[in-house]
């Protein structure tokens, strides 16, 4: 009788986690929003900052732009360059999500990784703010004449 009940107990426990019921958890939105995005520096911006796009994702059409920050220094390291940018995302449907990333950008693959924060968004986006920033991606070799760097990256918002 003690085995039935304890099977019986748990058949209801595990309908409750995983049907949507009392005891299941509530979202106020997507846990995790990661996105195409292709990124470019034009050496004529000013201010000068990578922009790009982001596709195949709930965020669809936005325009991003990070901006060096103003509390943080770009600085080389042999193959390596250490970045700290303040980003804004500008949705398509209206509103801004913007936060900050810290980022190492390897010369020898032109490989990057960054990862943050949301600090602050409209809002309709309000949801996003503390959730973790990352992206990681390829750019174009520097050469001593550019006038523009590219690539494709991935970029992802995660809840906190």
């Known amino acids: 009788m003690r085995t039935v009940l304890a099977v019986a107990l748990a058949a209801v426990l595990v309908l409750l986690f995983t049907s949507g019921g009392v005891l299941a958890a509530q979202s106020n939105g997507p846990k995790i929003i990661k996105c195409d995005q292709f990124i470019a520096l034009y050496a004529d911006d000013d201010p000068i900052h990578w922009r790009g796009g982001l596709s195949n994702c709930a965020l669809a059409g936005a325009d991003v732009h990070y901006y060096a920050s103003e509390t943080k220094e770009y600085w080389e390291s042999g193959k390596v360059a ?3 940018e303040d980003f804004v995302i500008k949705p398509v449907t209206g509103g801004y999500i913007s936060g900050y990333d810290d980022g190492l950008w390897t ?10 924060r949301v600090t602050d968004a409209s809002d309709e986006w309000s949801y996003l703010i503390g959730y973790k920033f990352h992206e990681m991606g390829t750019t174009d070799a520097l050469t001593e004449e550019w006038d523009i760097i590219e690539g494709p990256s991935t970029m992802f918002l995660a809840g906190p």
């Open 82 to 84: 250490h970045f700290y």
């Open 107 to 116: 010369f020898s693959t032109w490989k990057f990784r960054a990862e943050g």
